[in-house]
């Protein structure tokens, strides 16, 4: 089963999420980070609000963060853009019989409205969140347990991600990993292919 992930995978959102994060960040007088942005990366939100509670110190509660956000990021997801030869790569897996389906630490409305735009969501067999599962994707358990609610073996799973901590965490649950280039993310780029089975540049190359 081929497992893709959804934010800098298969669209190209993680770029809404640092510019909710700069103007986040810049309403409380703080700078955006390289070790805020890697300590948020593809985190589930709720973990992400009390990492960023913690982080700015704030007496607010993270309900309001999480509002917060919810408003700044509006209706992005319904106008974010695929990556690069995405939905080629999904005709051609499904073509050749292979099963998929998301696994993400995306909020569930904005993934299913992302799918939902650009008429991706039939390609899936099933959408697991980790929003649900309570656990980042930094954790090997988190893909234990997704392989467990899709009915196959972690070593039955091959894991498409831009996320050099969840290829990690994929990579030690046992599942194969391919590693995917995201432009927000170039600065860990040289860290992605010791991570990984195999590392694009372009989800073209699998074609």
């Known amino acids: 089963m081929y497992l893709f992930d959804l934010d800098g995978t298969l669209i190209d959102s993680n770029g809404i999420w640092s510019e ?4 986040f960040l810049s309403r409380r007088g703080f700078p955006y980070t390289k070790e805020y942005r890697d300590g948020m990366a593809h985190m589930i939100f709720p973990l992400a609000a009390e990492f960023t509670k913690e982080y ?5 509660s993270c309900e309001d963060i999480m509002a917060e956000w ?3 990021a509006k209706d992005s997801y319904a106008h974010v853009a695929l ?11 499904r073509a050749d019989g292979e099963r998929l389906a998301v696994f993400t630490s995306a909020v569930p409305e904005h993934c299913d409205t992302a799918l939902a735009v650009h008429g991706l969501t039939p390609f899936f067999e099933r ?4 929003h649900d599962l309570g656990v980042n994707k930094s954790s090997p358990g988190a893909f234990r347990r997704a392989a467990e609610i899709l009915g196959v073996a972690p070593e039955e799973c091959v894991l498409l991600d831009d996320s050099v901590r969840s290829c ?11 590693g995917v280039y995201d432009a927000v993310f170039a600065d860990v ?10 590392f694009v540049r372009s989800l073209g190359e699998l074609l």
């Open 83 to 93: 990556k690069p030869f995405a939905r080629e790569l999904l005709m051609k897996l």
């Open 70 to 72: 919810m408003a700044l």
């Open 20 to 23: 909710v994060d700069r103007t």
């Open 168 to 178: 990690r965490a994929a990579k030690e649950a046992g599942l194969s990993v391919i």
């Open 56 to 60: 700015c110190h704030s007496e607010e």
């Open 127 to 130: 959408v697991v969140y980790a």
């Open 189 to 198: 780029e040289a860290d992605m292919p010791a991570a990984c089975d195999r």
